[in-house]
Structure formats: structure tokens, C-alpha cells
């Protein structure tokens, strides 16, 4: 038997311990941007470094100003290194009362179709994809007795809430991180549920929060409405013109960088089995939004956008109040392709929002963080041998994909580590992510762990 | 001692009970807009018919669909029959810490220019003004043996929440209730801190709420994003074009009925000292929002408007949070004035609405109540009356004001019951009625007082 078919064969016998450690890491509330949950992201860190060193890593949870960035090491392999990137934050889970049962009491439950999930939140984002790796690695080392290769696992805590240390920390270990080959980055998804994917280029995110502050209190409107400027209607006009009719984005230069996706990607892209009205049916709806003059797929993967992720002001409880308030804001994200520049965008909305506020108003504005699109030379040899690796476990071709989310460190491991990753993971379209009922299927736990065991033993080839 | 002269001595010997029954009154948090406090609602009822039981009238909290309506009379006067409204609802009190004190334990406290306040949610906004009135009812009882009129009080509870069941219980009184000559309302402004005024018209009203639905559930914005309707963009976009460039509201229809007040009535206005620049400075703003060719006094007295009081959508927590909502929603109402319809302006609303909503999506309405304008006759003879009584206790002269403001009850009054309505409120402007930190100047609560027991007196000389 060959060393990967006993590492395979030690991974399915091992599947009832590998979910128990993954429940313990889910049980972990690790909401990294409310400060209210700190403890937990740091107690998250510490489970996996305690993990990780029963497998044989050489393993630190590094304190930063946020939540600790973990740092794992085992490079007694002879092949070449890798570095694997994965975080261990989590999403808030509001709205609680749409989950079916306690985001944070994780479960396995079946579905009439026979497959089976693991319901919380985290299952898929990220945790339950970063353990598809680091149980690929247990399984090595219990049943070969050594990595394929050398691998150095980095797992932030802070993906979720703009990444603010990452960065730094990258620089402080440049020489010691930038002795890997290529980067492994496990937070992304399957084409389809039969079909796995490398996702070969991912937008960037520029994003803000407005705060417009009016008058010095709340008002009543009946005393003071019709004179008194009004923050929330300041803000909707603002915003809504933040799109023209054709659905483009009119911040001043926002188009500066954009580049149309080669003609053998867009050839790829139209040879994916991909409709609109699956994708968007999936979730309710049919037509869709954006630019009118570009394909649904486009929308998603190649063209920049600009969102509302959130909006308040006034009375919002049950009933009614008549009152003009003193202050009404809202979180904007814009998606980023090509060479579009963050700090240009978040500039130009500043100064959109600004051309917009009456002159006794005041628009506050708070960062949340922006990262480069990123796109993979997807010719490399490493590429392939993955693509060999995932088709082989999956019995079907495994494709290129775009992207249309954002993993900032993608682009950092290519800008201070130099770099390109491999963004494997196993995640499917309806895993709920950032929602109610997040799950992860247990087939793609299962292949998953399997997977990486195979893109290890390949990457050693070379 | 002339019997008003006994009266006001006793309103002045009185005032430490006065101001401990009143705290009773404002202890009890009577929210009416929030099912919550429904219980509350029921016992500040029952806490007003044990009261004026005590005054001697005969009083019974009426059940309704929604909180009970008091009846209170007492007609044993050979005068004239007036007819008492006042509500003892109040506004919500969030945000809760930006209150100095808790909202629902009353305290007077001193400025540091010597004037005493009557602190907490109600005591301007209605309760204290209410008891104004009753403690004026209570001193004609006490030190003349006897009210100089026939008093029929009626107190509701959904003043602030729509008012829904009052029309009903006008109808199903109307005979008992339309035997009063003249309707007196406690729930307007002084014009300044020194100078009473009788309010002559009231903006109507009508208000709704909007929710805009798109997805089955909330989508991260990565996967999503520019292809996935986003509702709180459809909101902002389709609220942003409420008004115009000119500050003008462009739902269809709008302006039809609206008309100028008399050149009479403008010329008092003018005459008034009135300043837009002190009007909006003492809430920190200073230019007119609206109607660009309208003063300041119009815009808040004879115009029409569109307010967004509350607006919500996707993630509002700290920090940030990619997501696309699968709905948002905002509450809007709009100030009415001449004889604007306001089942025409919220019908309009939803049209206009319902126009800006792409296919795939879907707005639902809920309507918060409305009412029409409303102007008095102030040739008739109480309107002199009441405004020389005013000018006597005050030692100035009453004026005669518009209100921005809309108590639905007064267009019933006429409407209903052929009743015309005295409006005097003895409120200041910076009272932060449905705000944090609400106040009544004791100063208003005891001339307030005294002003009710000359006012009924001059009635009574009809």
C-alpha cells in the first residue's frame, strides 16, 4: 500500500474523531469584530495551537493589538514547503432567531436527500475548512509517519474584521514565512457540489462606514420637520446615487484599474455550466442587479461593485415615532477587480458623500479595512498538480473559477512573501455562510480532509 | 376674594402636592407604540380615574381594542360645557443613554440661570400638561366649591401610537360628548418662555412603513455582490427621490389641496420675533432644509413635508459585516396642511414606492394612521376670551400661532362632534418632547395651572 493510500484509508476511519474536534473548535464563539466576544477568539487560538502540537507541530499563538495570529511549524519533510493560511473568526450571528438551533452548539443532522451537515456557525467559515487541512496532516503524520512536505500553517483571527494586523505580522516574519514555495488557502468553494475548484483570481474591498450628524439632538418632527435637515434623507439621496441607471458605480474614478478577464478565462467561464436564473433562483430571486450590460457570472467574478451592507437611523422599533434624528449612518463595501486601488476608492466615496452633505451637516467616516484584487498564474506547475490532485479524489475535472469574495492576505502573500497561493477549498454555495443555519456538508469534510492529503503528496512530486 | 382669586391662591399653596401627584404620573412608563407596555398603559389610566375621583368627577377608563380612553365628567356648573382632551401616552425613550437621569423617575432639577425643571419622559409631552388642567379643576373644587364650567374630560392612550381607537369611541359617544360647547386641548407650545400662545392650525398627518423585500435570506456580498439585489440600495435610491432639487416632494398628487394661509395670518406671522437663524441654533443647525423659496416659519407652519423617522437594514453592530439583506425597511411620514387627504398622500407613497421596486422584488406596506389639517375660526368669541385670560395670568399678550405639529384629535372634534378646539399648551420649544432628557420648566407647569383656572373662568362669562 502506498504511503497516501494508507493516509487515506487512516482519514476514513478516522472520521468520528475528526468531527468531535472540530464540535470543540465550533463551540468557540470567536466573533472577532465585537469586542465583547476577545476572550473567545483568544481561548479559539489557544485550542488549535494545543492541536496542532499533538500532531507534532511546533506551535504559537503570537499576541497582537487584535486577536493572536498562530503560527505552526513542522519542516521535517524533504519535500518542498508549503505555507497553509486559514482563520479561525467568525461571522456575528445575528439575526439569532432565524437559526433552528444554537449557532454555537454544532450538530450533524441529515436532509431528506440522505446528505448529511454539520450545522453552526463556522462549520464552513472557516473552521470546518481549516480542519479539512490540519486533519490531512494529523493523518500523514499517524500513518506515514512524516509530511509529504514542509508545511508552516498561519491561522489569523481577524479575517472577518478587516484583517488589521495580518500585515504587519507578515513583515515581522517575512524571512522565516517567505521560505515557503506557495501558499494554500483553504476558504473557498466547489463548483458545483460533484465538481471541485481552484480559484485563480479574487476581488479586492474597499471598506467604509458614513455617520452623518445633523442637528445637535432628535427632533420632533412636527416642530421641526420641513426646516430641520434630516440625516436619513441625506443619506438615502447620497446613497442612492452611489449607482446610475445602467447600474455602474459613479464614484469619481471608480472604473480607474478595472480590466476585462483574458479571452481564454472568459473562454472557460461560458464553457462552466452556469445560469443566472440557478444561481440567483437559489435564493429567491431572478433578475440580475448591477451593471445592465454584463453577464450574471461577470457580475460576480470580474466587475466591481458598491454595497449597502447595513443602514440606520431614527426609530426603528416596533410602532412609530415621529422624530427627525440627530444622526443616521451606514456601511459601504465596494468589491475591487484588476488594479483598482482602495485608498483611491475609499477617497472618492468620502469626497462623493461630502459633495452631498448640506452645509450645517457633517458626514464621520470610519475605515474598515481594504485589500487589492488578486489573480493567480494559473500556468505554474503547482497548479496543475493540484488540479491532478482534486480531480483524481473527485473522479471529475476539477476547474479554474474565479472569485467574486475577498481573502486580503492572497494579495499580501503575494506582495511582502512573494508568493502565489493555491485557493482550494470545499465550501458549497448554499453553505449559508455569514447567515442563519451556516452548514458544511459532511461529504465535503470528508473529501475535503482526503483532498488535501492528495495536494500535499502531489505538491511533493515536484 | 373674588372666586378666581381663591383658586389661584390655592394653585399657589398647593404645588408640592401637585408636583408628587404629577410624579406618580410620569412614574408609570405609559409607552404606548410598544405592546410591551401595554400593562403600563392600563395602569396609568386606572392611576388618572382614581384621581379625578378624588376631584370629584365621575370618571371610568373604557376598555378599547388598544389602551383604555378615560371619560371623566362633571357638569354640576350652571356655566357653559367644555370639553377636556389631553393623552397620557408617551414616546419611546431610546436611546436610553443619552438620558441624564432614568427617564421614568421624575426630578426637578435647577439651570444654572436660576429656572427649576420638572424632568422625565412625559413631563411636558402630555402628562404634565395634562395635570395642568386637572390641578386647575382640582383648586375650583377645593377653594370655590365649584368648576366655573361644565367639564367633560377625555384622556386617551394612543396619542403617540396612531391613535386608532379614538375615532371609534368619538362616534359611539357623540351625543354625550357634543353637548359641549368648545373643545380645550393641552398638548401645544408657548410661543417664547414669557408669551402664551392659543395654536389656530395643526398639520395633519399621515405615516407609513416600508419594507423592502429581496432575497429569501441574507447573502454575503462576495458571492453576491453586484449581481444579488440589494433592498437597503433600493430603499436608500427610491427614498433619495422623495424631494427634489428645490426641496419639493415629488409624489403625484402631493401638492393637490395644500393652500396659502391668509395674507392676515401671514402678516401676524411676520410681525411675530421670529428668526430662523435662533429657531434652527438652538438645535446646533442653521440653514433651512425644504422648500427652498419658503421661510423658515412656513416651512414648519403652513407646508407640507416628507420625513424619514427611522430607517434599518442589514448589519448595524460594531464592526463590519459583508453582508446583502434579504430585506430593509424605513418609517416615513408626512406633514399635512389646507385639506391634503391623507389616504390620497400614503396612497401616492405606495405607488411611488412600488414604481422603484425591480421585478424580483417586493415593498410591504404598514400604515401608522393619519388625519388632515385642521384650522380654527379665532373670530369666535372664546378665542378672545381665552386669549385675554392668557394675557392677564402671563402679563403680556397671547398670540395667535400655527403648529407644525398634528393632533389627529382636533380634525375629529370638528369632524365627529362640531367642535371647534381651544389649543393652549404651555410647552417651550426646547422641552426635547420625544427626545432624551425631556423637561417641563416649572414654570410652565405653575402659570399652566393658573392659566387653565382663568381661562375657565372667562369662559363661564359667555
Redesign the interface.
Known sequence: MSALASVLDHLDNDTDAAIERLFELLRIPSI????AFAADCARTADWLVKDLETIGFKAQAHQTAGHPIILAEDHDSAGPHVLFYGHYDV??V?PLSLWDRDPFDPAVTAREDGTRQICGRGASDDKGQVMTFIEACRAWKRAAGRLPCKVTILLEGEE???GAHLPGFLDAHKERLSKAGIALVCDT?MWSPDTPAITTSL?G?A?E?VIIH?????????????????P??I?????????DGEGRVTLEGFYDGVSEPSDQVKEQWQSLDFT?EE??GE?????????TDRS?LE??WS???A???????????????????AQ????V?F?LVGEQDPKAVSKAFRAFINARI???CRAEFIE??GSPAVTMPVEAPPFARARQALSDEWETDAVFVG????IPVVGEFKRKLGLDALLIGFAL?DD?????NEKYDLRSFDKGRRSWARVLAALAEA
Open positions: 472577532s469584530t465585537d469586542p461571522q456575528p445575528d472577518e474584521s478587516g468553494s476581488r474591498m471598506s462606514e445633523a442637528a445637535s439632538r432628535d427632533l420632533h418632527s412636527g416642530y421641526y420637520g420641513g426646516a430641520a435637515a434630516n436619513i434623507a443619506l438615502a439621496r447620497a446613497l442612492g446615487q452611489l449607482h443566472a444561481f440567483l435564493v429567491g430571486l431572478k433578475h440580475p442587479a448591477g451593471e450574471c457580475l460576480v466587475r466591481p461593485t454595497e449597502i451592507n447595513g443602514i440606520t437611523g431614527g426609530y426603528t422599533g416596533v410602532g412609530f415615532k415621529t422624530v427627525i434624528p443616521a449612518s451606514a456601511k463595501s468589491r448640506p452645509p450645517d474598515h479595512g472569485g467574486g469574495g475577498s454555495d449559508r455562510i455569514h447567515s442563519p
